[in-house]
C-alpha cells in the first residue's frame, strides 16, 4: 500500500523550491549584468581618456577637411581666372589668324587693335615658319603654333592647379 497524502505535499514543496531557486536566480542574475554594465573606477576613467582622444581627432579631422575644402574653392576661383586669360588669348589670335587669312587691311583701325594687342602674345613665334600665300589669303602658320602653345601650357597650368587642389593627405 503506497501512502498517496505525501505526494501532494512533496510536489507542492517541489514546486515552492524551484519557484524560490529561479527568483533567487533571476535576482542574482540581475545584479551580476547590474554590477557588470557598471565600470570600476579605473575603466571609467580610461573609457573617459580614449572617448576624449576620439572626440579630439574628429574635431581635427573635420578642421582639416574644412581647410581641404577651402583651399580647393580657392584654386577653383585661380582656375576659372586662368580659363578666363586663356580663352582672351585664344580669341585674340584667331581673330588675328582671320585677319591674315582674309589679307585684312593693315591700315583699319580693327586690323591696329588686334595685331597691337596681340604683339606680345604672338612675337615668339613670328617667323617660326613660312605663311603660305595664295591669291591674297594667307595662311598665319606661326599663328596656328601659337594657339596650340598656348593651349598646352592653358593644359598644363590647369593640371597643377588640379593638383594642388586634390591633394591627398596621409592618415
Sequence with gaps: ????KLAPEEAQRIANYEAIKS???SEVGGEIAAEATRPTIGESERIDHIAGNMRRKAVSEVVETEREVERGRALARVSQIV????FVIYGLLTV???LELFAAKESAGFVKIIKSATGLLYAPFQGIMPSPTKDGFTLALPIIVALVVYM???FAVNGLLRIFAHRKTAI
Design 23 to 25: 527568483g533567487v536566480k
Design 152 to 154: 598646352l601650357v592653358h
Design 1 to 4: 500500500m503506497v501512502d498517496n
Design 96 to 98: 588675328r589668324l582671320l
Design 83 to 86: 580659363d578666363y586669360v586663356f
